[in-house]
């Protein structure tokens, strides 16, 4: 599933290839937009929000897309092969003189009005990647429920917008706080955010994601590693799946990095790095 940085670079890569240039074609290949058509008119700019993206036009609309969980943007110069999917998998097709953009399975694929935007992004929380991030605001909201598990608080795009089950895991290793934990019982909650902002903007303009900092240790710390050794103490690394019926995500951690909350093992000392 893509990540804030991945929504973010592809973001940036669709602003290079159409803000400013006319569209000489155009095609929404949804139902419910099948009847409209963009050609002839300008991009004014793409931006990221979260992890969705809004393409602005001249005219006052913006597109309203989301890639879910394996939907994916591809920039091309002209006459490039499209390679990012057989094209009935195409949804989205943007072209100008100089490169066409192709946006594949996009389950979310709408038009808003651009003075409209809110009603589809206006309930997430600060940007972690935004011009407007807002480290306050974003504690606020995720203090606003102590009981809840500060793995579902940092996954919840209303609190905080850009973290995915990726930058989850590996945010709660670098901490050594284990997923479950109670957000009331966090130590340092503002470390716990100022970790996921630093590993996101260490990652956002490559299309890596490297959280080890050193790639011939290995790309990741925990993420998608079950059952194999902690780079740092050599314990069997966890997985489960949790979260809201029929929302669960699954997280993995370290059982001696990242004790349970109020667990036996939560008195044990840090192994140093
Ligand atoms: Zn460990």
């Given at each position: 599933?893509?990540?804030?940085d991945?929504?973010?670079?592809?973001?940036r890569?669709l602003?290079?290839?159409?803000?400013?240039?006319?569209?000489?074609?155009?095609?929404?290949?949804?139902p419910?937009?099948?009847?409209?058509?963009?050609?002839?008119?300008?991009?004014?700019?793409?931006v990221?929000?979260?992890k969705?993206q809004?393409?602005?036009?001249?005219n006052g609309?913006t597109?309203?897309?989301h890639?879910?969980?394996d939907?994916g943007?591809?920039?091309?110069?002209?006459?490039r092969?499209?390679?990012?999917?057989p094209?009935w998998?195409i949804?989205?097709?943007?072209v100008?003189?100089?490169?066409a953009?192709?946006?594949?399975r996009?389950?979310?694929?709408?038009?808003?009005?651009?003075?409209a935007e809110?009603?589809?992004?206006?309930?997430i929380?600060?940007d972690l990647?935004?011009?407007?991030?807002?480290?306050?605001?974003a504690?606020?909201r995720?203090?606003?429920?102590?009981e809840?598990?500060?793995?579902?608080?940092?996954?919840?795009?209303?609190?905080?917008?850009?973290i995915?089950?990726?930058?989850?895991?590996e945010t709660?290793?670098?901490?050594g706080?284990h997923?479950?934990?109670?957000?009331?019982?966090?130590?340092?909650l503002?470390r716990?955010?100022?970790?996921?902002?630093?590993?996101?903007?260490?990652?956002?303009?490559?299309?890596?994601?490297?959280?080890?900092?050193n790639r011939?240790?290995?790309?990741?710390?925990?993420?998608?590693?079950?059952?194999?050794?902690?780079?740092?103490?050599?314990?069997r690394?966890?997985?489960?799946?949790f979260g809201?019926?029929?929302?669960?995500?699954?997280?993995?951690?370290c059982?001696?990095c990242?004790?349970?909350p109020?667990?036996?093992?939560?008195?044990?000392?840090?192994?140093?790095?």
């Amino acid at each position: 599933m893509p990540e804030g940085d991945t929504v973010w670079l592809a973001c940036r890569q669709l602003n290079a290839a159409l803000a400013g240039r006319v569209l000489t074609r155009c095609e929404l290949r949804v139902p419910q937009l099948a009847t409209t058509d963009f050609t002839g008119v300008e991009v004014r700019e793409v931006v990221s929000r979260g992890k969705h993206q809004l393409t602005r036009f001249a005219n006052g609309w913006t597109l309203h897309t989301h890639l879910r969980m394996d939907g994916g943007w591809r920039v091309y110069p002209t006459g490039r092969k499209w390679t990012g999917g057989p094209a009935w998998q195409i949804r989205v097709l943007m072209v100008n003189a100089e490169a066409a953009a192709v946006g594949y399975r996009l389950p979310v694929t709408e038009m808003v009005r651009t003075d409209a935007e809110d009603s589809v992004v206006g309930h997430i929380g600060p940007d972690l990647l935004g011009p407007d991030w807002d480290a306050d605001e974003a504690l606020r909201r995720i203090r606003a429920d102590p009981e809840r598990s500060v793995g579902e608080a940092l996954l919840d795009q209303r609190n905080l917008a850009g973290i995915g089950t990726l930058y989850r895991a590996e945010t709660l290793f670098l901490q050594g706080v284990h997923p479950r934990t109670p957000v009331g019982q966090v130590k340092d909650l503002p470390r716990v955010v100022a970790r996921a902002k630093m590993l996101l903007e260490a990652n956002k303009n490559t299309h890596d994601q490297i959280t080890t900092g050193n790639r011939r240790l290995g790309s990741h710390w925990v993420f998608e590693r079950p059952g194999q050794d902690c780079r740092r103490c050599g314990t069997r690394i966890e997985t489960e799946e949790f979260g809201p019926a029929g929302v669960e995500r699954r997280s993995y951690w370290c059982p001696h990095c990242q004790p349970e909350p109020d667990g036996p093992r939560s008195a044990r000392t840090r192994p140093a790095l």
